[in-house]
């Protein structure tokens, strides 16, 4: 079984995927901290992505495909964040064709762009682990300093006023698109993690 999730930034993505891969046992792969690992190491990726820009289709998806193909691993993966364009769907879709794998499942979460706003206000970094927390959906547990946490350089007004217009545009065409090949489940974001947990899993289950 293949998963994939979307939402705004903000929308609690990385959490529900984390939950999802721990109590159904997938392989969770996160689009995000995928590309600044391969940033960390080109420097026209990372200026790029530090300006809320987006990598192009084609290039991202042969990341991802390279990626799981030197792991051999094409079923039981939740996807947070890719594919996220028509294209690079069409790219998925034919590779995991390709591989006699498909994708079954596509969780929305859906948030306002009030409340992307305010949560993404409230999203700190670890500079030395990379653990990402949120000041007030996902704190940091006891034991990290929170002094020490920092704001995202894709964390800045201008980026996320870029990347709310470019969900729109982009993203939820696609979800429509994907209606027609999987199954799409729309949940409010808003409300507590574990509120939104049970209502995936009891979404999954039906």
Do not use: C
């Not at 998963?3 to 159904?24: D, F, H, V």
């Not at 995000?32 to 690992?37: S, T």
């Not at 964390?155 to 996320?160: E, M």
């Not at 993203?171 to 947990?197: H, N, Q, S, T, Y």
């Amino acid at each position: 079984m293949n998963i994939l999730i979307l939402g705004p930034q903000g929308s609690g993505k990385g959490t529900q995927a984390r939950l999802l891969s721990e109590k159904l046992g997938l392989y969770y792969f996160e689009s995000g901290n995928f590309l600044r690992e391969i940033a960390a190491k080109n420097e026209e990726l990372r200026v790029h992505l530090a300006q809320g820009k987006l990598v192009p289709d084609e290039e991202m998806s042969s990341y991802v495909q390279s990626f799981f193909d030197a792991k051999g691993v094409y079923d039981n993966i939740i996807f947070d964040g890719f594919p996220r364009t028509v294209v690079q769907y069409n790219f998925f879709k034919k590779w995991l064709e390709d591989k006699d794998s498909s994708l079954d499942f596509v969780i929305v979460l859906n948030i306002s762009e009030e409340e992307t706003v305010k949560r993404l206000a409230a999203r700190r970094q670890d500079p030395q682990t990379g653990k990402i927390y949120n000041l007030i959906t996902d704190p940091p547990p006891e034991g990290v300093d929170k002094s020490k946490l920092v704001q995202r350089e894709d964390d800045t007004p201008a980026a996320i006023k870029q990347r709310l217009a470019w969900y729109g545009k982009l993203v939820v065409p696609l979800i429509e698109v994907m209606k027609k090949d999987a199954k799409v489940i729309e949940v409010d974001g808003e409300r507590p993690i574990e509120a939104v947990f049970k209502d995936i899993l009891r979404a999954l289950g039906k």
